[in-house]
């Protein structure tokens, strides 16, 4: 517990870089703090690392602050997840929100495939979340994320009191993707027809690789669209694509359920990384 000077109940830091060393990526921690913690690297075979980023108090309380710093080196290869979802709990009423720091460097010809669980934003949480992806030439990244609408089980959907995602995106020095979402579901009702309507969850997938020729990324979302139209169903799941000003796409779906999401996002993911790599996209497995 932080003294009464700091306005933060918990700051977490975690400071993680990879390296290619004999055409293996190995993983250094430089810095952890808890509540955040990783505890070992697994290898691939393809050479990459597989790390699971733990949170050790379970969930994000009001006025926690956590830092993430990740530094992918020149030809590594790491895989990122979470050992389950992302539980943000009620906020004290004086309370600040809790905040998330990330900001991940993607140097020449790495590659990293972060594909965390859900967010679950409890009935009366805040949160804000910022995200900074910079990469140099040559470097990957595939990256989704899944907001669910709250403990459905508890009937907790869409009682959370906000939600903001701030999101950039660097490539060769030029800005390709900013996002700022805030969600308020108690002054503007996300079920409206302006906003989800009847659907509850939603994904973002982010698919980049710095150099390619613009008519790759155009071939490839029209590869993607033909996926996206296969998987939608009316009124229960959409999916739609879109190439960004250069070096990637984004992919964005909506649900009634979150099973559903992380299937599409599953096979666009493999799609596109055969496409791209000619390599499989395994996904990470679990430890508890």
Same mark, same amino acid.
């Given at each position: 517990?932080?003294?009464?000077?700091?306005?933060?109940?918990?700051?977490?830091?975690?400071n993680?870089?990879? $390296?290619?060393?004999?055409?293996?990526?190995?993983?250094?921690?430089?810095?952890?703090?808890?509540?955040?913690?990783v505890?070992?690297?697994?290898?691939?075979?393809?050479?990459?690392?597989?790390?699971?980023?733990?949170?050790?108090? %379970?969930?994000?309380?009001?006025?926690?602050?956590?830092?993430?710093?990740?530094?992918?080196?020149?030809?590594?290869?790491?895989?990122?997840?979470?050992?389950?979802? $992302?539980?943000?709990y009620?906020?004290?009423?004086?309370?600040?929100?809790? $905040?998330?720091?990330?900001?991940?460097?993607?140097?020449?010809?790495?590659?990293?495939?972060?594909?965390?669980?859900?967010?679950?934003?409890?009935?009366?949480?805040?949160?804000?979340?910022? $995200?900074?992806?910079?990469?140099?030439?040559?470097?990957?990244?595939?990256?989704?994320?899944?907001?669910?609408?709250?403990?459905?089980?508890?009937?907790?959907?869409?009682?959370?009191?906000?939600?903001?995602?701030?999101?950039?995106?660097?490539?060769?020095?030029?800005?390709?993707?900013?996002?700022?979402?805030?969600?308020?579901?108690?002054?503007?009702?996300?079920?409206?027809?302006?906003?989800?309507?009847?659907?509850?969850?939603?994904a973002?997938?982010?698919?980049?690789?710095?150099?390619?020729?613009?008519?790759?990324?155009?071939?490839?979302?029209?590869?993607?669209?033909?996926?996206?139209?296969?998987?939608?169903?009316?009124?229960?799941?959409?999916?739609?694509?879109?190439?960004?000003?250069?070096? %990637?796409?984004v992919?964005? %779906?909506?649900?009634? %359920?979150?099973?559903?999401?992380?299937?599409?996002?599953?096979?666009?993911?493999?799609?596109?990384?055969w496409e791209?790599?000619?390599?499989?996209?395994?996904?990470?497995?679990?430890?508890?």
């Open positions: 517990m932080n003294n009464s000077s700091t306005p933060y109940r918990v700051h977490g830091r975690l993680l870089s990879f $390296t290619c060393a004999d055409a293996r990526t190995v993983m250094r921690v430089h810095k952890q703090r808890p509540p955040l913690q505890i070992r690297a697994f290898d691939l075979e393809n050479g990459g690392s597989l790390v699971h980023l733990h949170t050790v108090s %379970g969930g994000i309380l009001g006025g926690d602050r956590l830092d993430y710093e990740i530094e992918v080196n020149a030809g590594a290869q790491a895989q990122l997840t979470t050992t389950s979802a $992302t539980r943000l009620r906020s004290r009423e004086n309370a600040p929100p809790a $905040t998330q720091f990330m900001t991940i460097n993607l140097r020449e010809n790495s590659l990293l495939e972060y594909l965390p669980d859900a967010l679950i934003p409890f009935a009366g949480s805040r949160y804000q979340q910022h $995200t900074r992806f910079t990469l140099d030439q040559g470097a990957g990244l595939f990256w989704w994320e899944v907001v669910a609408p709250g403990r459905e089980a508890r009937n907790e959907v869409f009682a959370y009191e906000s939600l903001h995602l701030n999101t950039d995106i660097i490539a060769d020095n030029l800005l390709i993707a900013r996002e700022r979402m805030k969600l308020e579901p108690r002054s503007r009702p996300l079920s409206s027809y302006a906003r989800f309507g009847a659907h509850r969850y939603m973002t997938l982010y698919i980049c690789r710095v150099g390619l020729d613009s008519e790759k990324w155009v071939e490839l979302e029209a590869q993607l669209q033909d996926q996206a139209l296969q998987l939608t169903r009316p009124n229960d799941l959409l999916w739609g694509v879109s190439t960004l000003p250069a070096h %990637g796409l992919i964005r %779906g909506v649900s009634r %359920g979150g099973r559903d999401l992380f299937t599409g996002l599953s096979s666009f993911w493999r799609a596109a990384k791209l790599y000619q390599q499989a996209a395994i996904m990470p497995r679990k430890i508890y």
